[in-house]
């Protein structure tokens, strides 16, 4: 290892030390999530699949575009890809976005990192990185970073010194080995999964601490990123997540601060840790009820109810609400390739509360298995052909940034419609702006009858359907809806 790259490293101070010392005011309180979580609409990316837009930076083994991934396979997808893009994802109405580890790392997905400080070579550079954000910024759009800091990968140079030197390295306790020569197969230290690839930092460490911070800072600072999003958050310590929120605030009080968390999050979510969590449990529950179709309609109000019971308002207003990611299988494939699933689907996502997310190319039905099948190229030259999906994506979109009720409203449910019981209404109100969500969750066409009264609508009025920009006239008290297999209506 080179000596000023080991100097560098051990030069990384706590943030505390600084504080001490008077060199940074204390952190402001900043307890609640940031205020533009509410009104965000993210889109998820994995930049080896979205778009290559730099062939000059293919890594030598590059596989066509569009090609089935394998597990090692490399497509091509930078962040040039990404900018070139930007106009794209303004026009499906994103305002963040949330990338993938974009870190030196020898895998296609790296959450293996070597290098915290540049970005993967076959990605681009760091140049090409800040352009990324001061394009994003200018169509107001937030970035928002993968931080793989519950392990680091097997060639950072830290780890890298333990296994040369053993107990003399000053990284040796950055780590949990037991016993040296280090054994890689079976590996003979603690790692993420049983990976040998991905060993687990030791957060009892403070200058693992202080370097984790740092990494944070650096791109916070440098390079302008707008929060991160922790990978395996729960397995690192409760009071290191508390000491990384003070450093991040202090720095930059909007950035976010989001926890991959898969169960129920109270633990992390009293205002000391994180502002929000990737909401798995909504996706558990979206998944039974309109994929798999195990559970009935009434699973999703008992999931709204008690994520109220265990939240804060200002909490359960940002969740992270997700249909699908580089983790699971592709929504509309759990749906059996049915697109209209998928649309009625997202049409709940975007009119619940909480942020909703775009997995990249669910926008246009892109299906996919397991792990690599979920992690497809995205497919530019289908998009006329995949047109009715996007337009209908953007049109949703449209709706939740010009009604704001829909990213800040209550929720109120109404009793279930419908034969069986497969109609799910409710409204969203902020003052006196209402939308009524209407879904049809059955294989049949259903007909519904809503007591305009409890609308808030009157006899002779006009309503608007937005999603397929009907207009339909209130006559007497009580209006009728026809409608179709998996279809989502808003009405105002």
């Known amino acids: 290892m080179k000596q000023a790259v080991l100097v560098a490293l051990l030069s990384l101070l706590p943030l505390q030390a600084a504080l001490a010392q008077g060199k940074r005011r204390p952190p402001p309180r900043t307890a609640e999530p940031p205020a533009w979580l509410a009104d965000a609409v993210f889109y998820h990316i994995f930049p080896e699949r979205f778009r290559n837009g730099d062939p000059a930076n293919d890594p030598r083994d590059v596989r066509p575009w569009g090609e089935r991934p394998s597990g090692g396979s490399f497509h091509g997808g930078d962040l040039r890809g990404i900018t070139e893009s930007l106009g794209y994802l303004a026009d499906l109405g994103v305002t963040a976005l949330y990338l993938n580890p974009i870190h030196p790392g020898g895998s296609n997905h790296k959450y293996n990192p070597s290098d915290y400080f540049s970005v993967a070579p076959e990605f681009g550079t760091l140049d090409d990185f800040r352009g990324l954000v001061r394009e994003a910024h200018a169509r107001k759009m937030k970035v928002v970073l993968d931080g793989v800091f519950h392990h680091t990968g097997e060639q950072f140079e830290g780890f890298r010194d333990a296994m040369a030197r053993g107990k003399a390295s000053p990284y040796w306790d950055w780590y949990t080995i037991h016993g040296y020569p280090v054994q890689t197969n079976p590996p003979n230290y603690e790692t993420w999964n049983g990976h040998f690839g991905q060993p687990k930092l030791n957060f009892a460490n403070p200058e693992v601490r202080a370097f984790v911070k740092r990494v944070a800072l650096f791109w916070i600072q440098e390079l302008g990123v707008d929060g991160w999003r922790l990978d395996v958050a729960e397995s690192v310590p409760h009071d290191f997540w508390a000491e990384f929120r003070a450093a991040v605030k202090a720095a930059s009080p909007d950035a976010v601060i989001l926890g991959e968390i898969w169960p129920d999050a109270q633990g992390w979510l009293a205002g000391d840790q994180f502002d929000t969590v990737t909401n798995y449990p909504l996706w558990n529950t979206v998944r039974d009820v309109v994929a798999t179709r195990s559970a009935g309609p009434q699973a999703l109000l008992d999931r709204f109810r008690q ?186």
């Not at 709706?399 to 449910?413: A, F, I």
């Open 307 to 492: 994520q109220q019971e265990i939240y804060r308002a200002p909490v359960v207003a940002s969740l992270f609400n997700l249909l699908g990611s580089h983790d699971t299988d592709r929504f509309v494939t759990l749906c059996g390739g049915d697109v209209a699933r998928l649309r009625l689907a997202y049409a709940f996502l975007f009119t619940y509360p909480g942020a909703p997310v775009i997995y990249y190319g669910d926008e246009v039905g892109l299906e996919g298995g397991n792990d690599p099948d979920n992690r497809r190229c995205f497919p530019w030259d289908e998009l006329e052909a995949r047109s009715e999906t996007l337009s209908w994506f953007k049109r949703l979109g449209q709706l939740r940034r010009e009604l704001p009720e829909l990213r800040r409203g209550s929720l109120e449910p109404w009793p279930l419609h419908g034969r069986d019981g497969r109609v799910l209404c409710y409204q969203r109100r902020l003052g006196q702006a209402t939308s009524l969500v209407v879904l049809n969750l059955s294989d049949a066409p259903q007909e519904v009858d809503i007591q305009a009264s409890r609308a808030g609508w009157r006899s002779g009025q006009v309503v608007q359907e937005l999603l397929g920009r009907r207009k339909l006239r209130v006559q007497g008290a009580r209006v009728t809806l026809p409608l179709q297999p998996w279809e989502a209506m808003i009405l105002r």
